[in-house]
């Protein structure tokens, strides 16, 4: 198994539980939508998954490893997470440098960091864009920057919370194809584009009331317009 949740229970304050009993299975080869309404708890589930919280019970384990303080390092190396805020993940004083930063840690050379990060902004029309900071960005294009810096990485697993933000049409459909081609094992993205999400994934996993209401195929969801006004996505409006 890809991702594994068993259990998983989380909450900021005592008492209110923002995930009351999460369990879900991702396989090698599954493209999976992460849904729910705002304030459901994506984001909060998707930091758990690498570590970034800890859960207050329940076991979530990554390509077969226990995600737990002494082994973050090593799910990390499996995992590309990319922030919903893009401003997270962008850091360095030129955006080639955040997106040769993690391969250069890994111990890929210099010529080759700097080749593969040129590619990749090539296929996110930031190739101008190569020597300014993150700040000098559209949103949009600083969003494209850090999804550039995350597949630089080669991860085994993509989780990606709310990648289409602030991206117009084109770029949203690049985005597709950019993911649709990605080869890598698992792909989990949180998002309220769902028409977006059905181009890109298979599967749809519904927060609401801090448990998985649905999981099945995304298709025959999108057109159930009562059952997803029941979870507060309502289609139409
Ligand atoms: N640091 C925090 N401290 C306390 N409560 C928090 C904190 N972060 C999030 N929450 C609460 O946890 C709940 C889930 O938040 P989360 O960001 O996971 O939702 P989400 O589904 O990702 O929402 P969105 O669609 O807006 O991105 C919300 O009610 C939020 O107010
Ligand atoms: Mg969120």
Do not use: C
């Amino acid at each position: 198994m890809v991702i594994s949740v068993d259990n998983l229970v989380y909450y900021y304050t005592k008492n209110n539980y923002i995930l009351s009993d999460i369990t879900f299975n991702v396989k090698d080869g599954d493209r999976v939508a992460l849904i729910g309404a705002t304030g459901s708890g994506k984001s909060t589930l998707l930091e758990n998954l690498i570590g970034l919280k800890q859960p207050k019970s329940g076991k979530i384990l990554i390509n077969n490893i226990h995600v737990e303080d002494k082994n973050l390092v090593q799910v990390r190396r499996y995992v590309g997470f990319g922030f919903q805020d893009a401003n997270d993940q962008l850091f360095m004083p030129t955006i080639l440098e955040d997106i040769t930063f993690g391969p250069r840690n890994y111990g890929v050379s210099r010529a080759e960091a700097t080749d593969k990060a040129r590619f990749l902004l090539a296929e996110f029309g930031l190739e101008a864009y190569a020597n300014r900071s993150a700040h000098e960005l559209s949103g949009g294009q600083r969003r494209l920057a850090a999804l550039a810096a995350i597949l630089a990485l080669e991860p085994d697993i993509l989780i990606l919370d709310e990648p289409t933000t602030g991206l117009d049409p084109a770029w949203r459909r690049k985005l597709a194809q950019v993911l649709l081609n990605w080869l890598g094992k698992a792909l989990l993205v949180a998002s309220h584009d769902l028409h977006w999400l059905a181009r890109v994934t298979k599967r749809a996993l519904v927060l609401h009331e801090g448990k998985i209401a649905i999981d099945g195929e995304i298709q025959p969801l999108l057109q159930d317009a009562q059952t997803l006004e029941n979870l507060g996505l309502p289609v139409d409006w």
